[in-house]
Structure formats: structure tokens, C-alpha cells
């Protein structure tokens, strides 16, 4: 390089390093304003953004250059870093925090309400937020483009999650409050780090494009009061490999699992459902209905709906009378048990097994007699009866033996006068006893 063309560099470098330096002081400067008559704001030189007051954060416009309304202050503000929201603030307005790019963090006051529509659009850096337990509404595209923020752990008592809320975030799971009445289309579009995902349980309709191009998207529970999967639903869930319906599934619309590569499984419960003509375009799968439901006619599994589906008709299973099994006794000395197995009716699969325990039996014992008289030389077999199962006679025992002695089978005889007790004793331990008197 020529000495002319090192000093022009060295004085270029020179005049962008002036540059950064004015750059980075006019933004180093502290900034305050107000947003209303009630509402004001503080943005300090480590870009912490405070605003304080009550009521809304009013709605600005979309564009730059519209005046009426007017942007937001902090319309991509690349100096704002984190922002709080002080107690008192009950709404973020439309596009308050469009495109802050270097924004991480966010707290939002616990009486917050709404979040406007595209309020934190385009927040790239986004990190962390957290969700006040009295937050109701997050408009559409709120968090749309936030491609930093990981979670979201939506509050119970929410009731509004607007079209586009969560499109193109890095959320990895996510689990929508029973409390959602109204869930708008593409609310979660390309969350390409989502895995897991939890349904209102009193959700009727999954709306269009709710999940669509969530490649990583494992597992999905469709809860038992949907009707309607709407287009493109699951289009290009490249991950999910299983999806039970509702028994009450009416519909499923156009797309709605198109391109979902790993699919292998759908299984059906209930009727036949309207299925759109591309509802499994590109898939490759086994689709599993009830096959004594007359509804699923030939019409119906006879086509693939844009994919290659096999349909196999499986056993609307109906239980018939339970039956016993594998019992096992109960004895004086163990329990027993025994199964109680009820199968299906029509095919005989076996819908149900449950143990049943036997208590170990009471030791009893009954003798021919607990008393008895006998002549000098006369003899008496004293029967035993009445044993519970697995007992036995362990021994005879005659208290005295030379008034009356006992045989190892019980033949008692008389030897001279007198009295004695014969003692028959069971290996369980139970006892019993015979009197003898000898003449």
C-alpha cells in the first residue's frame, strides 16, 4: 500500500472511532419522558428502561412515519436492554416494544391486563419474561420474531392468546392454561425448538395453523372435546410420529398434517370425520379405526388423503363377564389369591386383570369327643375332623398314661381307674382336648 493509502485508512479508522465514541455518548445520556398525563418513563445509561404511573400504555402506530398516532419512543431502540413495568400499569399499547433488538429482559407488574398487538414484535434478544398472574389478553404477533425467548409460562386465568402471539419463538415446551377461551390461528407458528405442547382440556377447535412448521414437535395431546383440527394444524411437524383423535372429532381440515414426515400412527375412536382431501399430503402412515363403527365406510378408508395411509380396522371393544384365573388357595399357613380378567366380547382380547387377595385361614378342629367314659381294658378311636385347609394332626398326648393312654392315631385305651385329658395338638397349633374317665 502506498504511503497515500495508509494514511487515508489511518484517517478513515480515525473518523469511525470518533463516530462510536459520539454514538455511544449520546446513547450513555439518561432519557425521561411521559407516554400519558399519568404515565412516564426513565431510561438510564445501562439501558434499563423503567416506566411508572397508572393506566395504559397507549397503542402506537405501526409504521415509523405515520404521525397520527405517532410511533413509540422506543421503536427499535437498540439502547434498551431490559425493561420493567411498575405496579399501576395495566396495559402495553400496540407496538410499544417493536423491534427493540438488544432488549433481554422484561417484568411486567403483577396488575397487568393486556399485552397490545405486536407489543414486543421482532425482540430478537429477548431472553426472559415473566407473565403476571392477572394477565387476560396477549394480542396478535405480540412476541412474534422473539427468536431468543426459550419459555413462557402462561397464567392461569388467561383467556385470550391472539393469532401469531408466539410465531418464530425458541420456545421448547408449552402449556396453554385451561383457562384460554379464545386461541387464534398461527399463535405458535415455526416455534422450531417446540417438543412438547398442552391443550386447554375444554378446547373445541384447533385453529388453523396453530402448530404449523414446529419441526421439532414430538408428542400432542388433542383433547377430548375437540371437533374441529384446523388447516394446516400440524403442517410440517416433521417430528411427530403418533396422534390419538377425540372420540367426537368432526373435522379435520385441509393440510392439517401435511408433509408431517415421521407420522406413523393416527388412531381414531369415534365416527368418521370429515378429513380434508390433503389432510396427510406427503405422510407415509398406519391410520387405525373402530371397525364395528358403520360410519367408516368404504369411501372413507379408501383413500389416502394426499399421502400413503393404511387403514386398519381395529375392535370397538366391549366387555363381556369377568372371569377367574390363576387361583391359588388360601391355607392355614399362606394367602391365596385369584385374578378377576374380563375380555372383549368380540374379538376376546383381555381388556383387564386385577389380583385378588385371600386372607390365611383360621386353624379349627372337631373331635368325635370331649368327653368319654370307658371301661378298664376298653379302647376308643377319637376321630378328628373339621381342619382347615393344609392343617393336620401333629401329635395325641395323654396327661396320664397310665389311666389311659393314646395311640399316634388316636385309639385311646384304658388301663385303670382314674382320669385323664387327651391333648390333640395340630401343626398349625391349634389345641384340643378329651376327657377320659376310666371305670
Known amino acids: 500500500m502506498s504511503k ?6 489511518i484517517i478513515l ?6 463516530f462510536l465514541a459520539v454514538s455511544t455518548a449520546v446513547h450513555a445520556e439518561d432519557t425521561t419522558g411521559d407516554l400519558t398525563e399519568t404515565i412516564s418513563y426513565t431510561l438510564d445509561d445501562s439501558g434499563n428502561l423503567t416506566i411508572q404511573g397508572t393506566g395504559e400504555i397507549p397503542d402506537y402506530a405501526q409504521y415509523a412515519h405515520y404521525t397520527n398516532p405517532g410511533p413509540s419512543p422506543f421503536r427499535e431502540n437498540s439502547a434498551v436492554k431490559s425493561v420493567t413495568i411498575g405496579e399501576g400499569i395495566t396495559r ?3 407496538h410499544a416494544f417493536y423491534n427493540c433488538d438488544n432488549l433481554r429482559t422484561v417484568s411486567l407488574c403483577k396488575g397487568l391486563k393486556s399485552i397490545g398487538i405486536y407489543g414486543f414484535y421482532s425482540c430478537d434478544t429477548l431472553e426472559t419474561i415473566n407473565f403476571p398472574a392477572g394477565l387476560e389478553e396477549i394480542g396478535y404477533d405480540a412476541f412474534e420474531g422473539c427468536k431468543a425467548l426459550s419459555s413462557a409460562a402462561l397464567p392461569n386465568g388467561l383467556k385470550t392468546i391472539g393469532s401469531g402471539a408466539f410465531c418464530e419463538c425458541a420456545l421448547k415446551q408449552i402449556v396453554i392454561p385451561d383457562s384460554v377461551r379464545e386461541l387464534m390461528e ?6 422450531n425448538q417446540l417438543k412438547t405442547a398442552k391443550l386447554p382440556r375444554g378446547l373445541k377447535e384447533i385453529p388453523d395453523g396453530l402448530f404449523s412448521r414446529c419441526e421439532k414437535l414430538k408428542t400432542i395431546s388433542i383433547p377430548e372435546h375437540v371437533e374441529t383440527i384446523g388447516p394446516e ?8 410420529k403418533s396422534v390419538t383423535m377425540p372420540a367426537g372429532l368432526k373435522k379435520i381440515g385441509e393440510s392439517a398434517f401435511a408433509a408431517c414426515i415421521s407420522l406413523e400412527a393416527v388412531t381414531f375412536q369415534g365416527n368418521a370425520p370429515e378429513i380434508g382431501p390433503s389432510a396427510f399430503m406427503l405422510d407415509t402412515l398406519t391410520a387405525y379405526y373402530p371397525q364395528r363403527n358403520t360410519t367408516w365406510k368404504g369411501d ?3 383413500t389416502g388423503y394426499g399421502g400413503r395411509v393404511k387403514w386398519v380396522g381395529v375392535c370397538s371393544h366391549a366387555a363381556g363377564a ?5 387361583r391359588k388357595e388360601a391355607t392355614v399357613f399362606a394367602a391365596g389369591s385369584y385374578q378377576t380378567v374380563t375380555y372383549c366380547r368380540y374379538c376376546k382380547k383381555e381388556l383387564s386383570r386385577r389380583t ?5 385361614l383360621r386353624p379349627t378342629i372337631k373331635l368325635s369327643a370331649q368327653k368319654k367314659k370307658l371301661k378298664t381294658g376298653k379302647t376308643y378311636k377319637l376321630k378328628v375332623s373339621g381342619l382347615a385347609r393344609g392343617d393336620s394332626v401333629k401329635s395325641f398326648k395323654s396327661s396320664k398314661k397310665s389311666v389311659a393312654s393314646v395311640s399316634k392315631k388316636g385309639k385311646i385305651k384304658a388301663l385303670k381307674k382314674g382320669k385323664a385329658v387327651i391333648t390333640v395338638t395340630l401343626n398349625s397349633g391349634k389345641t384340643a382336648k378329651c376327657k377320659i374317665t376310666v371305670k
Open 92 to 94: 402495553v399499547g400496540a
Open 186 to 191: 398461527y399463535a405458535f407458528e415455526a416455534c
Open 4 to 9: 497515500r493509502g495508509i494514511r487515508r485508512f
Open 233 to 240: 394444524a400440524f403442517v410440517q411437524c416433521s417430528d411427530l
Open 300 to 302: 372413507v378408508i379408501d
Open 13 to 18: 479508522a480515525a473518523l469511525a472511532t470518533l
Open 356 to 360: 385378588v387377595s385371600i386372607a390365611k
Open 322 to 326: 369377568a372371569v377367574t384365573e390363576n
